[in-house]
């Protein structure tokens, strides 16, 4: 009997948004790959695996409990008096399938076709087009700062890393090291794009060129 | 007197273009940058953005129009064809993508550098291209011709061809472009290697970001301007918040 579990998870799927990553699903995972493990070393893990996603410290213990309530988790170890950073969790066979349908969700299903710039592409108005430049400037601007971040990090792992062949999970992890710096290369390339060919069309409308763009 | 310099390379404020009729095409613009010893900087373009003509500015093959381009200390403006022919046997390794005639074996391709202009006996230079082929792997593929190579197998032999001289200056144009993102990733750990290794500065055009990284400087050619992209030398982590808070305020939180 499994479609009405996969009707509850749908509806408890539809609150998430299939492009970020929800605290309870990296918990949840940690959990599957690690069962039986502690809640303060979960919490690490947490820390650790998702730098970037700045979990709070407190997400392991908090969200853990609410799996176990919602049966996507049981504990299996409860640590003697009240402090709970040592009890231990597995995951129930309805938890490994909300986590897999998550997993296995397209993280883009809905295309974005509401992107904010180009919104405010579609709706400006002449008077408004030196400014929208700006903006796109320094959207540009900010992808390319982000740009440098993310080759920075590439670069302390490759420069700190071993030589010896990688193992699978490191594998896995290095490629989105070397996939962060193209998107962010590839966003400023798309607004310096839009931001140029805005200021050409600045450029046509006369007493508007003269105040267009950042140059 | 030329000032003394850290860098293999400098380049300030170099402007190329080419005469197109009565017109003249700007290819660089006001270019400047430097590469030190030990540094990889990568220049990414694309196609028909004077990734080549920079380099070949750089090994003093074109001469630049205005600006300076030195190798050390040494200004390769004005140098005859016997110097400059000289700075680029000794100081200067060059791979692009363009390969020798189909039947040439590897081992003469790769030995080409060390046959000209060097006093190197015949088992020296024997020693020297034997410890490239195989520090890249490429022993086995010695005696092939070139046209047996798989494109992988093109791309190391170029690299070893460049560096079998130990050259103080690596210039790449592109060589590692059309290869997969895992090859790109080995390839750029290669050059990375003859930095640090060798202590070679490296200058390295690359049609997209995947085959830039990890270098340490990372430029954009756009319209014959060169634009800064990550100095990765500077122990510099730009403040993700602020650009997240900023990006922010300028979309609006939705």
Redesign the interface.
């Known amino acids: 009997m499994r479609r009405p579990i996969q009707l509850a998870f749908a509806a408890e799927m539809s609150r998430v948004n299939p492009a970020e990553l929800p605290g309870s699903m990296a918990v949840l995972g940690i959990v599957i790959e690690q069962p039986n493990d502690t809640v303060t070393h979960i919490g690490q893990c947490l820390g650790r695996r998702f730098t970037r996603a700045r979990f709070a410290r407190s997400t392991a213990h908090s969200t853990l409990p609410r799996l176990a309530r919602a049966e996507r988790v049981h504990r299996t170890h409860q640590a003697p008096g009240s402090d709970r950073s040592k009890d231990r969790y597995e995951a129930t066979s309805g938890g490994l399938e909300v986590f897999r349908a998550w997993m296995f969700e397209q993280p883009s299903a809905t295309p974005a076709l509401r992107d904010a710039m180009y919104g405010r592409i579609e709706l400006c108005r002449l008077e408004d087009l030196p400014r929208l430049i700006e903006m796109a400037r320094q959207e540009e601007a900010i992808s390319a700062d982000l740009y440098a971040e993310a080759a920075f990090r590439l670069r302390q792992h490759t420069a700190t890393r071993q030589r010896d062949p990688a193992d699978y999970a490191r594998q896995v992890r290095e490629v989105l090291l070397y996939a962060d710096p193209m998107h962010w290369a590839s966003r400023s390339e798309r607004y310096k794009v839009i931001a140029d060919r805005l200021e050409e069309i600045a450029q046509e409308i006369p007493d508007l060129g003269s105040g267009a763009g950042r140059d | 007197m030329p000032a003394v310099t850290d860098s293999v390379l400098t380049l300030d404020g170099v402007w190329k273009g080419f005469d197109r009729g009565d017109d003249r095409l700007r290819v660089l613009t006001d270019v400047s940058l430097t590469v030190a010893p030990g540094q990889v900087v990568a220049v990414?373009g694309n196609r028909d953005q004077g990734k080549t003509t920079l380099l070949r500015v750089a090994s003093g093959t074109l001469p630049a129009d205005q600006g300076s381009v030195r190798v050390g200390d040494l200004e390769l403006t004005g140098l005859s064809d016997a110097q400059l022919a000289r700075v680029l046997r000794t100081e200067i390794g060059l791979a692009t993508r363009a390969g020798p005639e189909l039947r040439v074996r590897v081992r003469d391709y790769v030995g080409l550098p060390l046959a000209v202009g060097r006093w190197l006996r015949w088992r020296e230079r024997r020693l020297m291209v034997a410890e490239v082929l195989s520090a890249l792997d490429l022993t086995g593929t010695a005696d092939l011709p070139w046209r047996e190579l798989s494109d992988w197998q093109r791309v190391l032999v170029e690299l070893a061809q460049a560096t079998v001289a130990r050259p103080r200056l690596l210039l790449l144009d592109d060589v590692i472009g059309g290869l997969g993102?895992g090859k790109k990733?080995a390839a750029t750990?290669i050059v990375?290697g003859f930095a640090d290794d060798l202590g070679c500065g490296v200058l390295m055009a690359v049609s997209?970001?995947?085959a830039a990284?990890?270098?340490?400087c990372?430029w954009q050619l756009d319209g014959g301007r060169l634009k800064l992209?990550?100095?990765?030398t500077q122990s510099?982590?730009?403040p993700?918040h602020r650009?997240l808070e900023?990006?922010r305020a300028?979309?609006?939180a939705?």
């Open positions: 990414v993102l990733q750990e990375r997209d970001h995947a990284l990890p270098s340490d990372v992209m990550a100095d990765l510099r982590v730009v993700l650009h900023e990006g300028w979309f609006g939705s």
